[in-house]
């Protein structure tokens, strides 16, 4: 019986958040890794396009691992949100950070 309720707490709790305005997600998404904001599209088919809308952009070469073969990766992840990105909201701050060896 523990169970299903606690299975229960969690489904409610998902729903909670994605009945948030999008405005407030777009804000809490601001404070992470583009990288990570993106990944937030499996969470339900609801999260399927927020990422496309987010006015911050902040790039992390960091969370993608070391070597040459990554770094490629990375520039390519980076073209692939500017791609797939709805530009109806304007970039308000992009950031890239990578570190050289």
């Known amino acids: 019986m523990e169970e299903t309720r606690n299975a229960s707490t969690c489904s409610a709790g998902e729903e909670r958040i994605s009945r948030l305005p999008d405005n407030l997600i777009h804000h809490i998404l601001s404070f992470i ?3 990570y904001a993106v990944q937030t599209s499996v969470l339900s088919k609801g999260w399927i396009h927020v990422w496309k809308s987010l006015s911050f952009l902040n790039f992390d070469r960091s969370s993608f691992s070391d070597g040459n073969i990554e770094t490629e990766r ?3 992840f980076v073209y ?4 797939f990105r709805d530009d ?3 970039i308000q701050k992009f950031s890239v950070h990578v570190m050289i060896r």
């Open 33 to 35: 890794d583009t990288k």
């Open 80 to 83: 692939m949100v500017f791609m």
């Open 74 to 76: 990375f520039i390519e």
């Open 88 to 90: 109806t909201n304007n």
